[in-house]
């Protein structure tokens, strides 16, 4: 069964740091749909996207996985 799932290398976010968010999905996922609430950038199709906050504070990020025809976020 498809599952999106992903970790942080850290949870705090400095401003200016980059962040490594890394897939950790379950069911063998073939694309990755990244979204990322005041990041740079604020889309990626990266399996492991590295993100970069010109701000600090709280940022909501989504990941979307695909599989054929399956999807789940």
């Known amino acids: ?3 999106a799932k992903f970790k942080v290398n850290t949870p705090t976010v400095f401003v200016g ?9 379950t069911g063998g996922a073939t694309s990755w749909a990244w979204t990322f609430e005041g ?13 970069v906050y010109n701000t600090s504070g709280k940022f909501n ?3 979307k996985v695909t599989k054929g025809a399956e999807t789940n976020d």
């Open 1 to 3: 069964t498809l599952k």
């Open 17 to 25: 740091n980059q962040i490594k968010f890394t897939d950790i999905s």
């Open 39 to 51: 990041g740079t950038p604020s889309i990626s199709s990266s399996q492991n996207p590295v993100v």
């Open 61 to 63: 990020v989504t990941l």
